[in-house]
């Protein structure tokens, strides 16, 4: 059974930092793209960053507003994905979910082309 464990989550004030994780389960999660996508209330779902697989290796993309404050990373042996969020501001506030896919470079922002989706976690920055 595909399982994508979103994980990591929580409260933070402004400037700090988290990790998220993205355990996966069921299939090999470099043979995908993944990516972190985001939803604040009131607000559509964002595309923030994605690990993608081609068959000439992978790349990592990430949407604008978090370039330079986020990384994403992959632990193939632990078959998980990492997004390390640093300088975090109350526009980062949203809950956060992976999903896996394989979507064509152009399209690695749209939420439906993914085939599976974590449950998400809640990332709150305030004070």
């Known amino acids: 059974e595909v399982q994508l464990q979103a994980s990591g989550g929580g409260l933070v004030q402004p400037g700090g930092a988290l990790r998220l994780s993205c355990a996966a389960s069921g299939f090999t999660l470099s043979s995908y793209t993944i990516s972190w996508f985001r939803q604040a209330p009131g607000k559509e779902r964002e595309w923030v960053s994605s690990?993608?697989?081609?068959?000439?290796?992978?790349?990592?993309y990430y949407t604008d507003s978090v370039k330079g404050r986020f990384t994403l990373s992959r632990d193939n042996a632990k078959n998980t994905a990492y997004l390390q969020m640093n300088s975090l501001s109350p526009e980062d506030t949203a809950i956060y979910y992976c999903?896996?896919?394989?979507?064509?470079?152009?399209?690695?922002?749209?939420?439906?082309?993914?085939?599976?989706w974590g449950q998400g976690t809640q990332v709150t920055v305030s004070d």
């Open positions: 999903a896996r896919g394989r979507p064509a470079l152009g399209s690695i922002a749209n939420g439906d082309l993914y085939y599976d």
């Open positions: 690990i993608r697989h081609s068959g000439t290796g992978s790349r990592i």
